[in-house]
């Protein structure tokens, strides 16, 4: 059960990750012990993939990898063990998709589509026609299917009950500070270039600033595309 | 809803179970070190989590000789690749199967991304319509058999489909090894949405929640749907919305 408020959920979790699973934590935790955005940054970076292996017995990864202590003992992002709840508190790591989506990509090729979750609710009938011509079906013309299509548009995009199941939150648990979102925008910007680059079209706004803040070399053409295209005025 | 069989695939896809499952039986009989072999296989596993190398599954029956002599009591939770997948007749079996077999849709994630109501919106246009519907079967990011996925999928596809939406497939290499061996026809989808409300609305789970909130503070709360979020809301400030007070 969580019992931590988001924003302190989210650097403590930055800080469980620096101390675990980096070597870095001696120069980023100061004497308050606390993480700024560069160090958010500087922790993503040296992430990797977060893949899991199964079905792999403690013991024997213990005795012939070389997996680190954290992973072997009681880390919540290990792969292996007989507990099946390690991976309770990964919403901070499951943001990372980039180096997973490179490995996906090598493994399905064209027959894995990558959708952007805004793209495909803002026009449900258009997302429907692209699932049907991928998987080789006609589009969905039974009055029960259009039904179907018509009450998720109704709910809102969302099948969960929000209203009734996730009530159960109070207001000071809720609220985003802008510390902590300058922490995730800074922790998620470099797998967010990443994913640019392998799939151009997914993009969120709050992270072009961070991205050319970082002047990544990709960042830094398309501004000088945007300079050259401007036209000059007098 | 008829069944879209072998026919409605590209020829070109169809005949590519071939390549795909070739590297599994030189794999096979290359695996002398199940790390090696499985780096060969797959470079990202000797990138796992933390950069640092995690084991995958398959071991050589050699190590699992040692093993045996030096951890007699784990020995039978070590799977060797011979065990996954068999020798090559047991693989060229499976291909023969799989020709046969192509509907397959399989949602990957991310979690707290959409997957359900993409579920919903692919099982309508799928057809399917079954009650006992279950969105995420958890299934493959456990080594098992050919023969057990044989029995298995063929169990699970309703109207001749395939389909799950496990989030967590995401992350599984375990999952990523075995889909493209058992289900190498499989379509694979990946919804994705802006990661800073991801992590938060993953925060948000119920299960994370503590159960002690007044039930009158709480009532006038209610967590973002999924597409509340980013560009449509245009900023951070509106990421959580407040119920209409009553």
């Known amino acids: ?234 | 809803m008829s069944c879209y069989s072998a026919a409605s695939v590209d020829p070109e896809q169809r005949n590519s179970s071939l390549s795909l499952c070739q590297p599994l039986l030189e794999d096979t009989r290359a695996a002398r070190d199940g790390q090696a072999a499985a780096r060969q296989l797959l470079p990202e596993a000797s990138h796992n989590v933390c950069g640092h190398n995690v084991a995958y599954f398959g071991f050589s029956s050699s190590m699992r000789g040692a093993l045996a002599r030096e951890a007699p009591h784990d020995r039978t939770k070590v799977i060797t690749s011979t065990d996954l997948w068999g020798n090559a007749s047991a693989v060229a079996a499976h291909q023969a199967w799989v020709r046969g077999f192509t509907n397959a849709s399989v949602i990957i994630g991310v979690q707290k991304s959409g997957t359900t109501a993409l579920d919903a919106v692919m099982r309508a246009v799928l057809g399917l319509r079954g009650k006992t519907h279950r969105k995420e079967l958890h299934v493959f990011g456990t080594p098992r058999t050919l023969d057990h996925w044989r029995r298995k999928v063929t169990g699970l596809a309703e109207n001749s489909w395939f389909v799950d939406a496990t989030p967590s497939t995401f992350q599984s290499l375990t999952a990523m090894l075995q889909f493209r061996v058992v289900l190498p026809h499989a379509r694979f989808w990946l919804i994705l949405r802006d990661p800073v409300d991801r992590c938060a609305h993953g925060w948000c789970k119920p299960s994370h929640v503590p159960h002690s909130v007044p039930p009158d503070h709480a009532a006038r709360l209610r967590c973002p749907g999924p597409f509340r979020h980013g560009t449509r809301t245009g900023g951070p400030a509106q990421q959580w919305s407040r119920a209409p007070s009553t």
């Not at chain 1, 024997?60 to 390690?86: E, H, K, V």
């Open chain 1, 1 to 234: 059960m969580e019992s931590r408020a988001f924003n302190v959920a989210v650097h403590q979790e930055l800080r469980d990750l620096a101390l675990r699973c980096t070597h870095i934590s001696q120069r980023l935790l100061g004497s308050k012990k606390g993480i700024n955005a560069t160090g958010a940054a500087q922790i993503a970076s040296l992430l990797g993939a977060p893949l899991r292996v199964t079905n792999l017995h403690e013991s024997n990864a213990r005795q012939y990898t070389t997996l680190p202590a954290c992973l072997q003992q009681s880390c919540w992002l290990r792969p292996i063990g007989r507990t099946a709840d390690a991976g309770c508190k990964e919403y901070l790591i499951r943001g990372l998709v980039s180096k997973n989506l490179v490995a996906w990509r090598r493994h399905a090729g064209r027959r894995l589509a990558v959708l952007r979750l805004e793209d495909v609710f803002s026009n449900l009938t258009r997302t429907a026609r692209v699932l049907a011509a991928m998987v080789g079906v006609p589009m969905p013309t039974a009055t029960w299917q259009q039904q179907a299509l018509s009450q998720l548009l109704a709910k809102d995009g969302c099948f969960h009950g929000c209203q009734t199941a996730k009530v159960n939150q109070t207001e000071h648990l809720h609220v985003m500070n802008a510390a902590a979102e300058r922490k995730l925008v800074a922790f998620y910007a470099a797998d967010q270039a990443a994913l640019r680059r392998l799939e151009p079209s997914m993009r969120w706004p709050r992270f072009d600033t961070e991205r050319a803040r970082l002047q990544t070399p990709e960042a830094t053409a398309e501004l000088e595309e945007g300079t050259r295209s401007r036209p000059a005025s007098r």
